[in-house]
């Protein structure tokens, strides 16, 4: 018993110790700092100069927030003060930012054979949640996991889910209207919470089939616990090391209770999937009872692919609303581009044309969530990969395993490539006669990545994306309504309204 707490005294000592240090004298970040350069040297292949590098900040380095949540602006600060090339650190590992055409295709040539970061470089609660999702393994494990899960997802089975979609479109809109509502012909979008509930659902139903009421209900109330885990993930701090795992932290005891409840969850709605087949409710299998029997037959592990279904229905959703509310707040700040939009869609899309028109990637509708896409990436910075041959980059010979992000704002929108107005919001930059070719903006344009490890959804993800903003401007006249200026905004917060009114001859 004495030495028990005599060993608890000495824990609580030395972790109480390292935050003085930490939060009083930053002592752990200078020290660390001048360890890492030293550890992993980068230099000018002629000057001889080290490569510019951020300073670690412990225990996260720049990590997620610096990239994901205040990456906009980073992307200008970081750029101005350590050049077109630079080092920064998501724990403990340097990532390689990497922000011209020339060096990203340096980089990416051979992205076919890249490893993706363990985890994202984000530490033990990443790794838990989802270091071994789809998103996040490489090689074998990879390959065997894409061929378990990517067949719904196909462009061919889009096609299939363009009724089911539209559908769900049509009631969220109309819930949305009845709602915010006093009157028939006004009221006011909020991006920032309304949209993120449409695709969510919508993407569950493809993926276990239509949802019973429970089913639905049990889905939603897991939610909170699996953004509270995700945040805490994102902020980074103690839950990076695994040894946090010991230690009565509430970010570990919710971990543990969201991968409880989404497992079970699961099972419950593959159960149904079953049940609705064998009694021919269900005119097709849904994907979830190939990917359970993927894990009865050895194909891949259950972790895996609880893992992977959360990476598809919470995390890569996650950042797609963003690209959806943006897209609707560019339409309502451009009345030209929606008038030209609500004309197009009048003149080709009906019900016999809905999947030609939601599937093109040549009409407006596509040219707009480009554009879109284009000035507002959904993450500023890309995954973590590493390269598995030394290569140079730029003016630096950099090793085998070297790790690389791209900054896609820079790529995106501050490149040459996009002309004097690379900050206008036009989608006819990509029709005919534009930068629609593939060689023009191969290296020069990031949204759903490079090479065969493209996101596994862009096609279910544009399709409902499409849909909604179909079933919103054919409808309603789009108009902002912001307390703030929503250009200079990185995240859509609760400030940014639309205010949406209903368009003259379309009055029920």
């Known amino acids: ?23 009083r004298y930053d002592l752990l970040s200078r020290v660390f700092t001048t360890l890492l350069k030293l550890w992993y040297p980068i230099y000018d292949a002629d000057t001889g100069l080290p490569m510019p590098t951020l300073p670690f900040i412990f225990p996260n380095g720049q990590g997620n927030v ?16 350590y050049g077109h090339i630079y080092r920064i650190w998501s ?84 819930s949305l209207a009845a709602l915010k509502s006093d009157t028939s012909t006004s009221w006011k979008l ?35 616990g699996r953004d509270s885990v995700f945040r805490a993930m994102v902020q980074g701090g103690w839950t990076r090391f695994p040894i946090s795992r010991f230690f009565p932290f ?35 299998d849904a994907p979830v009872i190939h990917m359970y029997a993927r894990v009865a037959d050895g194909s891949m592990d259950r972790e895996a692919l609880l893992q992977t279904l959360d990476e598809m229905l919470f995390a890569n959703l996650d950042v797609s609303i963003g690209g959806l509310a943006w897209a609707l707040v560019f339409l309502a700040a451009y009345p030209r581009v929606q008038d030209r939009l609500v004309q197009e869609i009048r003149a080709d899309l009906t019900p016999e044309t809905s999947g030609t028109y939601l599937l093109s990637q040549s009409n407006y509708l596509h040219h707009v969530l480009l554009e879109s896409a284009r000035l507002r990436p959904v993450v500023a910075f890309s995954v973590s990969q590493s390269a598995p041959t030394a290569r140079r980059v730029s003016n630096f010979l950099l090793p085998a395993g070297t790790k690389f992000i791209v900054d896609a704002d820079q790529l995106n929108v501050r490149d040459p490539l996009w002309g004097p107005d690379n900050t206008t919001f036009r989608p006819e930059r990509w029709a005919d006669g534009g930068v629609k ?47 703030k200026e929503w250009a200079n905004m990185e995240v859509l917060d609760s400030s940014m309204k639309i205010a949406c009114t209903r368009r003259v001859g379309d009055e029920k």
Not at 190 to 195: A, N, Q, V
Not at 458 to 466: C, F, G, P, R, T
Request: a neutral charge; proline letters at 3%; hydrophobic letters at 45%.
């Open 1 to 23: 018993m004495l030495l028990s707490i005599i060993l608890v005294n000495i824990v609580a000592a030395i972790v109480a110790a390292t935050l003085f240090l930490v939060r």
């Open 66 to 81: 610096a990239k994901f949540l205040h990456g906009h602006e980073n992307s200008i600060k970081w750029g101005n003060e």
């Open 91 to 174: 724990g403990f590992h340097g990532e390689i930012v990497v922000t011209r055409p020339e060096d990203v295709e340096a980089v990416f040539r051979d992205s076919h054979i890249h490893l993706k970061a363990n985890a994202n470089d984000s530490g033990y609660l990443m790794h838990q949640l989802l270091g071994s999702c789809l998103g996040l393994v490489s090689g074998a494990e990879w390959k065997n996991l894409r061929r378990a899960t990517e067949p719904p997802f196909l462009r061919n089975a889009a096609t299939s889910y363009v009724g089911a979609v539209e559908e769900h479109s049509k009631e969220h809109i109309a």
């Open 190 to 224: 909020e991006p920032h919470g309304d949209l993120r509930i449409y695709p969510f659902l919508a993407l569950a139903d493809i993926l276990y089939g239509r949802l019973t009421p429970d089913l639905k209900e049990r889905l939603l109330a897991i939610v909170p």
């Open 250 to 284: 509430k970010d570990i005891r919710d971990l543990r209770t969201f991968k409880r409840d989404w497992g079970h969850w699961n099972d419950l709605a593959h159960a149904e999937a079953i049940r609705k087949r064998d009694t021919g409710e269900a005119k097709d």
């Open 437 to 483: 070719r593939a060689k023009d903006i191969r290296y020069c344009y990031w949204r759903f990545g490079f090479g065969p490890r493209v996101c596994l959804g862009k096609y279910v993800v544009d399709l409902m994306m499409k849909a909604l903003i179909v079933e919103l401007v054919r409808g309603w006249e789009l108009r902002i309504e912001s307390e």
